[in-house]
């Protein structure tokens, strides 16, 4: 594929998605200059790589492409229990107190302070409104796999802003 | 009902309430939630969750290094007639005719034209937090906005007395350069000026896609307005630059 091909295909393909891999991104990583970094790194990859890409699902390649980058820089930053998704019942995360302390909704803080791997799940399906198939092809577990970690995101949310309004 | 059969329900509550049901498991759900109020109790808080997600995390706009990113990725610079020819037949350590004959044959693809550019950027702008990176009214805002992101400052005007309010500016990437764009407003159309330093070019007018363009140099800059307005009008706001 030349170049011009390669852009055009890029344009169709990746552009409309790249605003939802930025918002992953930025869910995933809470550092908007961090996140950035990500969505170039991935655009520039998405770009090599575009003859690879098979036609079925832009928005599930794209973001795919875009999640693993960020956890890779997760897990270069961040100690590594904190991508267990199994810490949910500790106290809230020095994330959350961090947003809260800004003035943030109560809401956005605690999904900030869920752990990543059910926070991404969570922001897939109600802020992407992604379907489960799609979600579990971009974070690569099982469908079932995303329905637990929805429930137990959801379970974790409705715990913490209970009786709270905006 | 007992918590037991409860707890198998939670996943395909939830999963209704996610639209992944189909008709038969979803009677069964709602079969469930008639009969349990727990259940029907836990479906509502599902709902007034996502509402409340959806309402109150808006969704950050693409920054505008990821824009020119998209841009310059999308639109890679125009291979030299000459090495496209090259390419298209390594074998020829070709003679000039040669090149200029093929090139009559295999060049019939010519650079997207400026008009195109603009609409097409005036249509990508149009699509949800595209619009404008910098929102305000103000045009002692609008223009200092600009600087330090292009290399040149352009002209900024409000044109609210007569009806076409500056509504905010944005960074857009057409002729193969990042320039400056404004948007106007006319009742409910809006009206994009993509303006960029270059020598005077003859005016154009025209409509590609349903949208009206119009071209214009003045003082240095060259203009090109765009909008689904008519063309009556479009004209009307141009002669206010002039």
């Known amino acids: ?166 | 009902m007992s918590d037991e059969t409860c707890a198998a329900m939670h996943l395909l509550i939830q999963a209704e309430h996610d639209g992944e049901l189909g008709a038969a498991e979803a009677a069964r759900v709602a079969a469930h939630l008639q009969t349990c109020t727990a259940c029907a109790a836990h479906a509502a808080a599902l709902r007034r969750l996502s509402t409340r997600l959806r309402a109150e995390l808006p969704a950050d706009p693409l920054p505008l290094r990821l824009q020119a990113v998209a841009a310059r990725l999308s639109a890679p610079p125009p291979v030299p007639a000459w090495r496209a020819v090259r390419r298209q037949y390594p074998g020829f350590a070709a003679g000039l005719a040669l090149a200029a004959c093929l090139a009559l044959v295999v060049l019939p693809r010519r650079a997207p034209d400026l008009a195109d550019q603009a609409v097409t950027a005036h249509i990508r702008a149009l699509q949800p937090g595209h619009l404008m990176d910098v929102v305000s009214t103000d045009r002692h805002t609008v223009k200092p906005w600009f600087a330090g992101k292009l290399d040149y400052s352009p002209p900024v005007q409000d044109f609210a007395g007569v009806g076409f309010p500056l509504k905010g500016g944005r960074l857009d990437y057409v002729g193969g350069r990042p320039v400056a764009a404004l948007i106007y407003g006319r009742a409910q159309h809006l009206i994009d000026v993509t303006v960029w330093p270059g020598a005077a070019a003859p005016s154009r007018d025209g409509t590609t896609n349903g949208y009206n363009y119009l071209s214009w140099s003045h003082d240095g800059m060259v203009f090109w307005a765009v909008s689904d307005l008519n063309k009556a009008e479009l004209r009307d706001f141009v002669a206010l630059w002039h």
């Not at chain 1, 090599?48 to 036609?55: E, L, M, Q």
């Not at chain 1, 973001?63 to 693993?68: A, K, P, Q, S």
């Not at chain 1, 998704?85 to 994330?95: F, I, S, T």
Request: aromatic share 4%; with cysteine.
């Open chain 1, 1 to 166: 594929m030349n170049g011009s091909a390669a852009g055009e295909v890029f344009a169709r393909v990746v552009v409309p998605h790249l605003p939802a891999a930025y918002r992953l991104a930025l869910w995933l990583l809470r550092d908007p200059a961090a996140a950035e970094d990500v969505v170039q790194d991935a655009a520039e990859r998405a770009f090599r790589h575009i003859a690879t890409f098979r036609g079925d699902n832009a928005c599930a390649w794209v973001l795919r492409i875009v999640r693993n980058q960020a956890i890779e820089t997760l897990r270069k930053t961040r100690p590594s229990a904190e991508l267990d998704e199994d810490l949910p019942d500790r106290a809230p995360l020095p994330d959350a107190d961090l947003l809260r302390a800004e003035g943030e909704t109560t809401l956005r803080a605690a999904l900030a302070g869920l752990p990543p791997t059910l926070r991404e799940c969570l922001v897939l399906r109600e802020l992407e409104e992604l379907s489960y198939r799609d979600i579990a092809d971009i974070v690569g577990v099982p469908v079932g796999t995303v329905m637990s970690r929805l429930w137990k995101a959801r379970q974790i949310l409705m715990a913490r802003t209970e009786g709270l309004r905006a």
